[in-house]
């Protein structure tokens, strides 16, 4: 997978989509932040969303969706939320 600085990207768009379509998904590096270029098909099919990139540039392989799906290994099982304390009304149908 490569990475683009965004003024390089924007004068080779053609070329990063190019290789976004042969390689796989490209980044793009704007500032601080990181942003992926990748067909629908890749998208859809979930290659998109292998892609993980942390502070340091590095990719786990880690999927998206298995990381929004498994709770945080910071020890909190569950969320309580306080029950309401006044009274309901009664509404008419």
Known sequence: MATWGATEAKAKFSAVLNKAKKEGPQVVRRRDEEYIVATKVQFERGTAADVDVDENGKTSGQRLWER??????????????????????????
Request: proline share 12%.
């Open 68 to 93: 929004l799906r498994c709770p945080p290994e910071d020890g909190i099982d569950d969320v309580d939320f306080p029950r309401m304390t006044g009274h309901l009304r009664k509404v008419d149908f």
